[in-house]
T-cell receptor
Framework: NAGVTQTPKFRVLKTGQSMTLLCAQD?????MYWYRQDPGMGLRLIHY???????AKGEVPDGYNVSRLKKQNFLLGLESAAPSQTSVYFC????????????????FGNGTRLTVT | GDSVTQMEGPVTLSEEAFLTINCTYT??????LFWYVQYPGEGLQLLLK?????DKGSNKGFEATYRKETTSFHLEKGSVQVSDSAVYFC???????????????FGTGTRLTIIP
């Protein structure tokens, strides 16, 4: 019972390099989200998707791009990494519209720790 | 916009002590309120939730009551254990009537350490 799986778990990049973080969920959830977690800032929403083929901006979208070509996958891309993007990235999924009506509104992956030097 | 303000941490308590972690919120509409817990090296897990005023959420000995008059959702536990050591996040959802766009807004998290 995998739930939400994120790869890789750790990554170190040099400034200007690019990379893609992969999130996969096996629960047939419609909604998927990318958050970043920084000390003293909590979790901030980067981008989200309400279904296959759709994406939308969250609170802090600059410097990131996303794609949802398949319902089960949500990719987060950094085209030109900057030290300010050093963070822990979490992917989450939810069943649908009214997330607060579900017993478990968001299912989180275990995170990807990214360091940009 | 919506926001959540949490008690600053870290919090260190002895085993069997009483725990309170304060959470207050600012929101329009009719938010639902949540507590999430993050154990070391893991993602966040839902601990409890409340979807309307005066509701009490409870799970694993933790409780929180949705107080609309004080815009608060404080987390409490009567007797903490070492295994409760984790980071706790308070969160709210924007109005469930914002069709198709309901998202969670998180507080900054409170790190709790329980010592034997």
């Amino acid at each position: 019972n995998a739930g939400v799986t994120q790869t890789p778990k750790f990554r170190v990049l040099k400034t200007g390099q690019s990379m893609t973080l992969l999130c996969a969920q096996d629960m047939n959830h419609e909604y998927m989200y990318w958050y970043r977690q920084d000390p003293g800032m909590g979790l901030r929403l980067i981008h989200y998707s309400v279904g296959e083929g759709t994406t939308a901006k969250g609170e802090v979208p600059d410097g990131y791009n996303v794609s949802r070509l398949k319902k089960q996958n949500f990719l987060l891309g950094l085209e030109s990494a900057a030290p300010s993007q050093t963070s822990v990235y979490f992917c989450a999924s939810s069943p649908g519209f009214y997330i607060s009506s579900y017993n478990s509104p968001l299912h989180f992956g275990n995170g990807t720790r990214l360091t940009v030097t | 916009g919506d926001s959540v303000t949490q008690m600053e941490g870290p919090v260190t308590l002895s085993e069997e002590a009483f725990l309170t972690i304060n959470c207050t919120y600012t929101a329009t509409g009719y938010p639902s309120l949540f507590w999430y817990v993050q154990y070391p090296g893991e993602g966040l897990q839902l601990l409890l939730k409340a979807t309307k005023a005066d509701d009490k959420g409870s799970n694993k000995g933790f409780e929180a009551t949705y107080r609309k008059e004080t815009t608060s959702f404080h987390l409490e536990k009567g007797s903490v254990q070492v295994s409760d050591s984790a980071v706790y996040f308070c969160a709210l959802s924007d109005s469930k009537f914002n069709f198709g766009n309901e998202k969670l807004t998180f507080g900054t998290g409170t790190r709790l350490t329980i010592i034997p």
